[in-house]
């Protein structure tokens, strides 16, 4: 270590630390209330995929929306503006 400078912790192994902890926690638990704790955390799990797969899907539906109404927007302003002569050949086309 040289003079001065502060060791920094390995967050990687601290983060492998903790998951270790955790797993060992979950082998304290009693086999009984084992199955319910690992349906529960299943189940936990199922819910934040759907969440982040529906989150998903509304982004790309907003997408989707923002660039048609875009092209709805240009859409209508491509008009012709009425003149007197372009109504007058009308009529005459009409009659």
Avoid: C
């Amino acid at each position: 270590m040289a003079r001065g400078r502060i060791e920094l912790p390995n967050a990687k192994g601290i983060e492998e630390e903790e998951r270790e902890h955790y797993r060992f926690r979950e082998l304290m638990i009693r086999n009984k209330d084992k199955r319910l704790y690992r349906s529960m955390m299943k189940n936990r799990k199922q819910r934040e995929r759907e969440a982040t797969r529906l989150e998903e899907k509304r982004k790309v539906f907003d997408q989707q929306t923002k660039s048609s109404k875009a092209n709805k927007s240009k859409a209508q302003w491509n008009v012709e503006p009425l003149t007197k002569a372009s109504e007058v050949k009308k009529m005459k086309t009409e009659a």
